[in-house]
């Protein structure tokens, strides 16, 4: 086969091995983003607090993961965590929710998600910076609490700032998960290293997952954009035409009845 | 018409909604009893001192009214009242309770936890220039948000004391309109609905009606005034002589972080004593001209 008929191949009609490869990419992905937003919201609103310390942990977290390579971060936190925590956390065989997984994807997962975690966390923080004092004062003045004022008053609103780069840094996630071939997770850049090893043939099965990457990066920015779109219109508006999303973002302010 | 969704007992007829809703029953006896009294209260930022021994005291059902030129000092007390800033020093109580700190063994004041001013708060209403509605709720949201998850009131109810709040102060028709909907006038009456839901002792008002258009004022004044005549012990800090000179018991004039005049209404204005407050009013009718 030339490389063009292999290059075709692996688009029109991918093995077993490539479709597990790319539920992977897409399942660690999402799980990896889902643990970011929250680390990335406990470090936003630690980095409020009236605590010292909490304030002071927040800034060396960002300052340590945006600091450091974030492939450094995976091979540390895959091969350390079991020095530093004294057991293997990150065993053969692993169940995450109802995936039973390998050890390794867990450890990428959580590697991910620490590491995006950090730029998440700048993304709130200035979402959260980007609500008027005088709300907040308002808030107060009425006898509301801190932390019932970040939940009812700032957040929801904070979503809707907080929401268009967190599609971005989704996007980019896609893309990191390749870096956890190195730690042999089995996703889409594993499978075509796997093939490319056999064969010795680089371009057809690189390109290819090129191909398949931005496939996927494709398909979010349209749904990225469909989502930005609707927030972008005013509240009583997204209510109407899109109730799903109405609900996802202002979950926070309408009570179930 | 606007129908509602649920059943709601419908209050009697010319049942003022407007109301003082610290002065219960149970406070009667001690009505004599100022329901603010501020005493000596200094505040500085850095280098500038903002407020230089301030007292006043606020009796019950009265409006109190302070003027004076920008700077003087007049939001910071309102702010400081509400423990949105702290004070350096001097004491604020609120039907005979010190806000924002407790005396200890030795009689010294001790700023008091976030979560107790939080609750001492609930009896200050506060009314701010710039409205500070929530733009991600509605009218009737923005009403009931802190009855319902401040005082833990049941949602029904709490809308339906919302919507009759709103009703006051004449704007039933846009309970369901998000803040981007309305105009100036219109958010500034539903900030004075919000506030009054939480039945406060007492009103600060903070230039409420300074960045509105001219054509809003007269209806956010009407609401004041009506409020003012149910009773509603009050202190606004305005720009408006007119509501000052008619709503007002009493009137209180700063400058430069000090009170330098203070009296009876009709008294102040026929013939304010100092030189200072002879010169800031003829200036505010010279421009009101």
Redesign the interface.
Known sequence: MSNWQIFLSRLDSPDSMFWRAFEATILIAIFAQLLAVLLGLASALAGRSRVWSLRALSQSYVLVIRGTPVIVQIFFIYFGAALFLGFDPFPQSDSLILFSVNGSAVAGIVALGINDGAYMSEIIRSGVNAI?R??I??????????S?TMR??VL??AARVIIPPLGNEFNGMIKNTSLLAFIGVYEMFFDAETHYSQTFKPVPYFLAVAVWYLLLTTIWTFIQGYIESSLDI???VVQRSHPFLHRLT?AF?H?P? | MLIRAHGRPQQGQGAHVLRAGGSSETEQGESDAPVLRAADLVKSYGENVVLRGVSLSLQRGKVTCVIGPSGSGKTTLLRCI?V?ENIDSGTIEINGDVIGYRRDAAGALQPLP??QV?????Q???V?Q?F??????TAL?NVC??P???LGMR?DQAEGEAYDLLAEVGLSEKSNA?P??LSGGQQQRV?IA??LA?KPALMLFDEATSALDPENVGEVLAVMRSLAESGMTMLVVTHEMEFARHAAHHVVMMDKGSIIEEGEAAAFFASPTSARTREFLSGMLRNAR
């Open positions: 008027e005088g709300q004062e308002a808030a107060t003045s009425l006898g509301m609490t801190h019932l009812r008053i929801p609103q005013d509240y009583r202002y302010t009570q009845r | 509400n949105l976030p979560r939080a609750r001492q708060r609930q200050i209403g506060l701010f710039r500070n509605l929530w733009p991600h709720m949201q948000e802190a319902v998850h401040v949602r998000y981007s909907q900030a919000r506030a939480m």
